[in-house]
Each structure stands twice: as structure tokens, then as C-alpha cells.
């Protein structure tokens, strides 16, 4: 039979969120729940139980400083059930946990316009973490890709100072002041691994010339690709837009993709030895 964690882990991964596996992999005296176990932990939720009680709670917290690191790893850690955790128990249970983190850069996506309803089911087939802003609530399809997050906001540039460092910004609202109130808080916050902009080549050296008004450098504003999308992928269609911008964010995060490394893990004897005492 399926359990929560089991159902939720394919979602994940097709969002490209990160997450942590617990298992319970040996226990000796009384314990909350049995060897075998497990739990799923994410940034802001938890699927199924390894017992609840301080045990459980202090494991969610060791799982999200694995999420923080941001990167793969497996760890085994013992948890003695006394008063340091505040149960009466009296055993001790030992944890595995693994962490997969996330496989992709968060994209911000401002516009539900045609060519934004193009792009949305490409890159939703991609190792991102989409995030599709708009003011507008008819602009969003009835249908959403899965592990898309609609984001209905008045003031769409605000979502700019949430997102994470090494962020994209694909910008191609309805509303030219717009486009470039959400630019300018992306160069404002002088961390982000990709701005780009739909637009002519009139509007984009109108942008830039309004930039070095504002004191913004040339290396400032180079770093907005505005038009956007590759040049050697032509058309005006909205699909064709959408190719082209879609294959720009590819070479993109594979450019910035850090050379892989093998997965830390566990010691295989430590976790034998312990496995045997449950």
C-alpha cells in the first residue's frame, strides 16, 4: 500500500523541490514507532509520522538544516528518547536521513499574456521551480501544469524581494511601467542569475537609457537580456517566442549547473551495526 510519502515524492521531484526522507532504521527499548518508518520533510510541511512528540519535532529540524545546505547528502543521527527530548520512553531510536535537494533554479515568470500561457507548460517540464506572477486573475488558465504556483498579486514587483539568491526573472507583463518597476527591483537586489525581458529593440534601449539615469553601471544593466530568448531561434508566433526563450533558460542553468559531485553518505558499517540492534 502506498503511504503519503510515497505519493508526495513524485510531485516533488516533478517540481524539482527539495526534500528529506527519515527513516527509522533502528531502535532499542521503547520507542514511539517501529524500525522502518519514515517521514517526509520539506521547507514549510511534513508528510506521515516516525512517532510525533519531540522526537519527531526534533527530527523536522534537522531536516531543514540539511534543506538549507542545499545540497545531497544522507546523514545518520541517534536520538536517546529521555529528557533531553522530553519523552519518558527511555530507548533510543537512530534516524536516516536523506536529503535531495533542489534540481533546478526558481524561475519567476511576471505575465500570464500569450506568450507567458506558451511558456509556462515548457518550462514546467524542466528542473525548475516555476513561480507564474500576474495581476490578473482571467489571465491564468483554467488548467495549470503541475508543481506551477499561481501567484494573483496586485503589486507583482513585490514578489521580486522573496524570491531566492540566484533566482530568474523572465519579465513580459501587459504593462510597459511595469516591466520596468519588476527590472529595476531585480537589479536593485544585484543577486540574480538571470533577467530577461520581452520587448523590442526600442523598448529595451529606452529601459537602459532610463537605468543610467538612475545611476544604475553598464556591467548593471548588461545583465538584462532584453529581447529575450535566443536569436537563433526566430519567429514572432507566441510559441516561437516561447521556444526561443524556453532554450535560453536551458543553456542558462546548464551553464550555471556546478560540476557534480559525488553524494555524500552515511558510513556503511555504523549503519549495519545499528540496523542489527533493532
Known amino acids: 500500500m502506498n503511504q503519503p510519502w510515497m505519493d508526495a515524492i513524485a510531485g516533488l521531484r516533478d517540481s524539482a523541490e527539495p526534500y528529506v ?11 514511539p514507532r517501529e524500525s522502518g518508518c519514515k517521514m517526509l520533510v520539506t521547507a514549510d510541511a511534513s508528510l506521515d509520522t516516525i512517532g510525533g512528540g519531540h522526537l519527531e519535532y526534533a527530527a523536522i529540524e534537522h531536516a531543514r538544516q540539511l534543506l538549507l545546505a542545499g545540497k545531497d547528502c ?34 519567476l515568470l511576471f505575465g500570464a499574456g500569450h506568450v507567458g500561457r506558451a511558456l509556462v507548460p515548457l518550462l514546467a517540464g524542466l528542473p525548475v521551480r516555476l513561480e507564474w506572477v500576474d495581476s490578473r486573475a482571467a489571465q491564468f488558465p483554467t488548467q495549470v501544469p503541475a508543481g506551477v504556483r499561481t501567484r494573483l498579486l496586485d ?9 531566492r539568491p540566484g533566482s530568474y526573472f523572465l519579465i513580459m507583463t501587459h504593462n510597459h511601467p511595469l516591466d520596468y518597476a519588476i527590472a529595476e527591483a531585480v537589479l536593485k537586489r544585484g543577486d540574480a542569475g538571470f533577467l530577461g525581458m520581452i520587448g523590442s529593440r526600442t523598448k529595451a534601449q529606452r529601459f537602459r537609457m532610463r537605468l543610467e539615469q538612475r545611476g544604475y553601471t553598464a556591467q548593471d544593466i548588461a545583465r538584462m537580456h532584453c529581447p529575450i530568448g535566443l536569436a537563433e531561434v526566430p519567429g514572432k508566433r507566441p510559441l516561437e517566442v516561447a521556444i526561443s526563450i524556453a532554450a535560453q533558460v536551458i543553456a542558462r542553468y546548464h551553464q550555471d549547473a556546478p560540476a557534480r559531485q559525488s553524494r555524500e553518505g552515511v558510513d556503511w558499517a ?6 542489527a540492534k533493532s
Open 21 to 31: 526522507l527519515v527513516t527509522v532504521i533502528g531502535v532499542h527499548g521503547s520507542t
Open 74 to 107: 544522507q546523514a545518520l543521527e541517534y536520538f536517546p528518547l529521555g529528557p533531553r527530548l522530553g519523552q519518558c520512553c527511555g530507548g533510543r531510536a537512530s534516524l536516516l536521513f536523506e536529503c535531495f535537494a533542489a534540481r533546478g533554479p526558481q524561475v
Open 155 to 163: 503589486e507583482p514587483e513585490d514578489v521580486v524581494n522573496e524570491a
Open 270 to 275: 555504523a549503519l549495519c551495526s545499528e540496523s
